[in-house]
Nanobody, 115 residues
């Protein structure tokens, strides 16, 4: 059974930082690319960051230079370090993995950036 559990969301002031984590079980963790998505109220879920099996990362233009995705293949956990947060970063953040053509998602963690 594939399970993804996100942690680390919360309320932060503009300019602040948060670190999200996602523990994944039920897959051969090290062989899969891993993603972070986000969904703001009334909007579609969009890709924020992706990390390959080898650790190469790519980012949405809106977060490049502020967010960093990383992975720990021992702890089976993917992270998203978010710096210089803006109100427009407010959303529910989800981690994602695809296995055998099937998409697996966590329940998400709320990030709210507000003064």
């Amino acid at each position: 059974q594939v399970r993804l559990v996100e942690r680390g969301g919360g309320l932060v002031q503009p300019g602040g930082s948060l670190r999200l984590s996602c523990a994944i079980s039920g897959i051969n963790f090290r062989i899969h690319p891993l993603d972070w998505y986000r969904q703001a109220p009334g909007e579609q879920r969009v890709l924020v960051a992706r990390i390959t099996q080898s650790g190469s990362a790519d980012y949405a233009d809106s977060v490049r230079g502020r967010f960093t995705i990383s992975r720990d293949n021992v702890r089976n956990t993917v992270y998203l370090q978010m710096n210089s947060l803006k109100p427009e970063d407010t959303a529910v953040y989800y981690c994602h993995v695809q296995r055998g053509g099937i998409d697996f998602w966590g329940r998400g963690t709320q990030v709210t950036v507000s003064s």
